[in-house]
């Protein structure tokens, strides 16, 4: 970037700022005149001191002016945030006291990576100062301890903000949060609701803020003083941030709606919210239905226990939410302190999806941080899956139910007869069985009008036929053992294929000779043949095209794979007995197609999580980015977490990419897949993931590619 660049951008922080030359003079000790022929392009010449002394009087440094933010490359640049909600020790009325407990925790949150710490409402001279405010002493001394509060933290690469009274030239007095950057104040933001019930009485204090933006001369600077104000990272444009105060959420109508409309990805909400025997749970309720509501990171900080306590009691109850999730949280009278990483890239993808409606009108208030950190944030390496066991078998009975009653209503539309299984005694077959079971059972027909066809060929183990058997008899269906090797033999001398070269085609025509065999039976006896394909196979493109990736109706093309290992371990403690003891062992057996001869010993030789990789890493791959719409690169640099001491950062790569590539691939087999029921947030039904056939997958490779290189 060239010199009369830089000068042309410290003139327009110059005009936004609404310094004059003697300000500026004043602020960078400069003359008047060398300011002025600088400004002008006079100068041919400039020495970088003289540059640099203007803009760190304008609170920004050469180096940040001259990082172009088109092409600038910050480490990571996945639009992870760490942020801080932080509730210090105060003492009412004591702003220098404050104002050093502020700095001091502060530090500490940045020493622990933080780039936004957000402290609570009022927090400089302590909430509960009551008619206390109305002294012109706490109010200077409010102002003077920001200043001080802003010089303090001007060495370190953070956005701090904080509470304060503000007195306005006509004697109004506000209720303002200050964002605090590099020892400057970004901007000054009122709050709107006053809240005057119960034990709140603002209105008899403060005046209520409205929906503009004005200036205020601040410490020598014109400072943006308004609601609507937008603060934006120059270098990360997913880091997009607007602030409320308190009551701002507890109505009706709450500013973050229009700040989210705005473009805010991250809402800051600087509160003095007291503690009684149920809020604690309602205030948590509401922040997670604004957070889910304005599709955005909400981070709500409350005063701590050290407000007065004439009256109330405040608990310091901290929460972060992304998207309607807690993802931190300090509980009421423990440390008043939540941090989290949170996902701003995550939610401008939702953005992308969800928000169609703008609103106007706002200033952007532009920033610069250095950096952008890699990834702490540890994601749950099982995203279909939750960890703790209630959670778990609540879904898996809400999944079944969800599966069972699609299909009971597609069975009383078609008039099926019969349900026709081609069951292998894996792990997808014997979920289609369950969930027939099931349906059946909704329509008040038997479990027998169910056929299980079990087809041996080259590759079947005395394991699964044993196992596919079991399962399909002792669940009272119609059982029916078609050994198709004579046939597949044949089929493969018709066509002229050597029948000892186990390629591609010997391989796919016994699967679908299989299909041709379930449709069959389904012609002959009324019947619907049911899809076992699970949606972890779909992504992979691991089906033969018009073979089993072909059905009547795909029972299971929503589940993921991890999932229905989960189905089966829940079918298998709520049944019980025989049925417990086969849905263990075929859980326990390796996934397998069995298109290719057994070895020596019968065992399964054709191990799919061999040839394609493992499914745990693939689902949480899919998670991340179907419905997360994540980059390949993120992707990787977040299950090296989530997978840290599972599998190497080799192993992780290799899969991924592959993961990608057959995603791509293997799209034409999803573009013609048979119907199937949406069963959570992420679906590649032909209705619920619209992709091209032809699309090309280069451009995520090279993107994973170039990451692991660097």
Not at 327 to 354: H, K
Not at 451 to 474: D, H, K, Q, W, Y
Request: net charge neutral; with cysteine.
């Amino acid at each position: 970037m060239t010199t009369q660049q830089i000068v042309t951008k410290l003139n327009a922080l110059k005009k936004q700022q609404g310094l004059t030359l003697a300000q500026l003079s004043q602020k960078s000790g400069l003359a008047q005149g060398t300011i002025n022929k600088i400004m002008s392009g006079a100068l041919q010449r400039i020495k970088p001191d003289k540059l640099q002394a203007l803009a760190t009087a304008l609170g920004v440094t050469v180096q940040s002016l001259t990082t172009d933010i088109h092409t600038a490359k910050r480490k990571g640049g996945f639009g992870l945030v760490t942020v801080a909600c932080i509730s210090p020790e105060v003492r009412v009325a004591d702003v220098s006291y404050n104002v050093q407990q502020i700095a001091e925790q502060a530090r500490i949150a940045y020493a622990n990576g933080v780039k936004l710490a957000v402290f609570p409402e009022l927090c400089i001279t302590g909430y509960s100062c009551d008619d206390l405010f109305f002294q012109h002493t706490l109010r200077r001394a409010a102002t003077d301890g920001l200043q001080q509060l802003a010089a303090m933290l001007a060495d370190i690469d953070m956005l701090t903000v904080v509470g304060l009274p503000m007195s306005s030239s006509n004697g109004a007095m506000y209720n303002v949060a200050a964002v605090l950057f590099r020892g400057e104040v970004l901007a000054f933001v009122p709050k709107t609701n006053l809240p005057n019930y119960n034990e709140f009485y603002e209105k008899r204090v403060f005046t209520p803020a409205q929906n503009f933006v004005d200036y205020v001369e601040f410490n020598g600077r014109q400072v943006p003083f308004g609601t609507d104000i937008i603060f934006a990272d120059k270098l990360c444009s997913e880091f997009r941030f607007a602030v409320e105060v308190c009551e701002d959420i507890w109505v009706s109508d709450s500013p973050s709606v229009r700040h989210a409309y705005a473009g805010a990805n991250l809402v800051l909400n600087l509160s003095a919210s007291n503690e009684t025997i149920v809020k604690q749970d309602y205030r948590r309720k509401m922040v997670e239905l604004q957070s889910g509501m304005t599709g955005t990171v909400y981070a709500y900080c409350s005063s701590g226990p050290s407000e007065s306590t004439t009256s109330t009691v405040f608990s310091g109850h901290n929460i972060i939410c992304e998207n309607s999730q807690i993802v931190a949280e300090s509980q009421p009278f423990t440390t008043g302190y939540a941090q989290a990483q949170v996902d701003l890239g995550f939610i401008g993808n939702e953005r992308s999806r969800m928000c169609h409606v703008q609103q106007g009108g706002y200033l952007t208030v532009e920033f610069g941080l250095s950096d952008d950190a890699e990834p702490t944030r540890v994601y749950d390496p099982s995203p279909f899956v939750p960890t703790d066991k209630e959670q778990a078998d609540i879904r898996c009975e809400r999944a079944l139910a969800i599966l069972s009653n699609g299909l009971a209503r597609r069975i009383k539309h078609v008039n099926a007869q019969t349900l026709v299984i081609g069951v292998s005694g894996g792990t997808d077959s014997s979920l289609a069985l369950l969930t027939a079971v099931r349906a059946l059972k909704i329509l008040g027909r038997p479990a027998s009008d169910i056929i299980s066809v079990t087809m041996p060929c080259f590759g079947t183990t005395e394991r699964t036929l044993n196992n596919s058997i079991a399962l399909a008899t002792v669940l009272g269906t119609t059982v029916r053992k078609i050994d198709i090797t004579k046939s597949v033999t044949q089929h493969l001398a018709d066509i002229g294929h050597d029948i000892a070269v186990t390629d591609t085609t010997y391989e796919n025509a016994q699967a679908r000779e299989r299909t041709q065999v379930l449709m069959d039976i389904a012609n002959k006896t009324n019947g619907l043949v049911l899809g076992t394909g699970d949606m972890s196979e779909l992504a992979l493109g691991w089906a033969t095209f018009n073979g089993d990736q072909m059905s009547m109706y795909g029972v299971n093309a929503g589940v993921p794979k991890t999932l229905v290992r989960a189905l089966l371990r829940y079918e298998a403690a709520r049944l019980g007995g025989e049925t417990r003891r086969v849905l263990l062992d075929v859980i326990d057996t390796p996934v397998s197609p069995e298109l290719l001869p057994p070895d020596q010993s019968g065992a399964i030789r054709q191990v799919t999580e061999d040839l394609v990789g493992p499914y745990e890493l693939h689902d949480y791959f899919l998670f991340m980015m179907i419905r997360k719409g994540f980059a390949p690169s993120k992707i990787y640099a977040l299950a090296r977490l989530s997978f840290a001491g599972v599998y190497t950062d080799e192993e992780i790569y290799k899969w991924l990419r592959k993961f990608v590539w057959r995603f791509f691939t293997q799209q034409f087999k999803r573009s013609c897949s048979p119907d199937s029921v949406r069963l959570g947030s992420v679906d590649l039904s032909k209705y619920g993931h619209r992709m091209p056939s032809d699309a090309c997958c280069d451009t995520w490779l090279a993107d994973l590619d170039e990451y692991v290189k660097e």
